[in-house]
Structures are given as C-alpha cells and as structure tokens.
C-alpha cells in the first residue's frame, strides 16, 4: 500500500509541480492551452500556479522528511478541492470533454488522502 501511495504521490507531485511552474512563471500569452486562462485575471492565474506549486511540495516533502507528515494529506484534499472547482468551472463554460482530467486527479488524490490519514502515526 505504501508503495502505491508514493507513487501516486510522485506521479501528482510532478503534475502539480510542472503545471503550477507554468502557470506562475509563463507569460499568460503562453497558457493559452488552458481554457480557463482566457477569462481570468493574471493575478488569478499567478495565484492558481502557486497554490498548485505548494500542493506538488506539499505531496512529497512532509512524509518524505517526517517533518509534519499531517501535511501530506491536507495537500491531497486540496488538490481534489481545487479539481473540483475546476470541474464546476468546465461544466459552465460548456467544455464537457475536460472534466474525465478532473475526474481521474481528483480520485487519485482522494485515494492518497484517505491512505495518508489511515497510515499516520497518531
């Protein structure tokens, strides 16, 4: 179970890293890729990418340093609040054919919660 979960973890931590590097450090003009990136705000955008930048720190560094290990996953649970939103987001601009992405991470990320939370050494 504990290898599943470092996968998975590893496999998020490096999504959320990478995604969140673009979205705070591209120009805007670049995250075109990005529906959402149309309509909103730069600083929306710059806000979005750190908070994506902190979860993907957030899914390995706690459990891997034993320091706070807690953290892990309360970073997961954001990660599937944040999937979430997006997928309300996606549902009413009509763009049905990304919401599977939203889908998949936020199972994913529920599945490192919940195994995070049961294996804690309280």
Known sequence: ??????????????????????KTFYP?????????????SVGFIRYVGI???LIGIGLILPVLTGILPVLT????LSLSMIMVLATVEHIRYKEVHEIWKN???ILLAAFVA??????LQW
């Open 73 to 76: 996953p309360y970073a997961a």
């Open 1 to 22: 179970m504990n290898t599943v979960l470092w996968i998975i973890q590893i496999l998020l931590s490096i999504m959320m890293l990478s995604i969140g590097f673009m």
């Open 28 to 40: 805007v003009e670049k995250l075109s890729g990005f529906s959402w990136t149309t309509r909103s």
């Open 114 to 119: 919940v195994g995070r939370f049961i294996t």
């Open 103 to 105: 889908v998949v991470i």
């Open 51 to 53: 908070s994506e930048l």
